[in-house]
């Protein structure tokens, strides 16, 4: 599955935006899909992940009650939804898909789009 990510940007703290991952390639309803992200110098981490059918959704706690994680497998198209965005939350974001079995990790990643927040 590709995957393409858009939607970052330059924004002011307290400020929201909404990114989406567009997916092709193979059938979306069958992964589950997640957001991770990195800023410089620092590892990639895990932020918010939703099952194949959208019934399930986790979250970062230093981004739980502020991001919201959904897919439209109509659209083959997961969002996250990013508000009262924190300096802390710049870096790059990737989305990125694995098979729904158990066991399976994050095989397929997106390019990246880069978010941005000013104090």
């Known amino acids: 599955v590709q995957l393409q990510a858009s939607g970052g940007g330059l924004v002011q703290a307290g400020d929201s935006l909404r990114l989406s991952c567009a997916a092709s390639?193979?059938?979306?309803?069958?992964?589950?899909m997640g957001w991770f992200r990195q800023a410089p110098g620092k590892e990639r981490e895990f932020v918010a992940g939703i099952s194949w059918s959208g019934g399930s959704t986790y979250y970062a706690d230093s981004v739980k009650d502020r991001f919201t994680i959904s897919r439209d497998n109509a659209k083959n198209t997961v969002y996250l939804q990013m508000n009262s965005l924190k300096p802390d939350d710049t870096a790059v974001y990737y989305c990125a898909a694995r098979p729904a079995v158990a066991g399976t990790g994050y095989a397929y990643w997106g390019q990246g789009t880069q978010v941005t927040v000013s104090s």
């Open positions: 390639g193979r059938t979306f309803s069958r992964y589950d």
